[in-house]
T-cell receptor, first 109, second 117 residues
Framework: EDQVTQSPEALRLQEGESSSLNCSYTVSGLRGLFWYRQDPGKGPEFLFTLYSAGEEKEKERLKATLTKKESFLHITAPKPEDSATYLCAVQVSYQKVTFGTGTKLQVIP | SAVISQKPSRDICQRGTSLTIQCQVDSQVTMMFWYRQQPGQSLTLIATANQGSEATYESGFVIDKFPISRPNLTFSTLTVSNMSPEDSSIYLC??????????????FGPGTRLTVL
């Protein structure tokens, strides 16, 4: 069975304190790995797609990387507005996406 | 990217009643998806809705409980039938937006927060 595990469940950072979120996966064949941001009371907002090991994508203070077993979302010098839940999802078959339970990030001024 | 709206944004319903949630997209899309997000949990796919064909339901979800309509390429509805408190969740619709990418990223609506008493 396809599994997606995110860690930590929650992370509290001081403003400017860089860190990484982890998404490990066990799937039969990866078509793509997605990162989303979800603010309270809102739908997930698409951030990145990664398709092959070694691939990296960047957007402002966020950088996503992918290996054969996991993905990292690196947050550099975070700001309070980066506070949100970050979701990882994997696509194995066409249109079937499995989501992790997310990492709730809080950035304190 | 596609702009997705949902109605209602939230509702409080009585046990045994039904609620229909609407999802409207500002452009034509082939694939629309309905998810459930229970409190403190991740997203679970309920069904995939293609225009002009029956919705495809995931394991654990049945058409009698969650009937879906897809009358055209910009609109879909999900009905939560004979509700119980266990149906209290956020319900989300999503679409694949071919205008954004050739890949299969999904883009989500704002969600409908349902509370069943």
């Amino acid at each position: 069975e396809d599994q997606v595990t995110q860690s930590p469940e929650a992370l509290r950072l001081q403003e400017g304190e860089s860190s990484s979120l982890n998404c490990s996966y066990t799937v039969s064949g990866l078509r793509g790995l997605f990162w989303y941001r979800q603010d309270p009371g809102k739908g997930p907002e698409f951030l990145f797609t990664l398709y092959s090991a070694g691939e990296e994508k960047e957007k402002e203070r966020l950088k996503a990387t992918l290996t054969k077993k996991e993905s990292f979302l690196h947050i550099t010098a975070p700001k309070p507005e980066d506070s949100a839940t970050y979701l990882c999802a994997v696509q194995v078959s066409y249109q079937k996406v499995t989501f992790g339970t997310g990492t709730k990030l809080q950035v304190i001024p | 990217s596609a702009v997705i709206s949902q109605k209602p944004s939230r509702d409080i319903c009585q046990r045994g009643t039904s609620l229909t949630i609407q999802c409207q997209v500002d452009s034509q899309v082939t694939m629309m998806f309905w998810y459930r997000q229970q409190p403190g949990q991740s997203l679970t796919l309920i069904a995939t809705a293609n225009q002009g064909s029956e919705a495809t339901y995931e394991s654990g979800f049945v058409i009698d409980k969650f009937p879906i309509s897809r009358p055209n390429l910009t609109f879909s509805t999900l009905t939560v039938s004979n509700m119980s408190p266990e149906d209290s969740s956020i319900y989300l619709c999503s679409v694949e937006d071919p205008g954004m990418s050739s890949y299969n990223e999904q883009f989500f609506g704002p969600g409908t927060r349902l509370t069943v008493l």
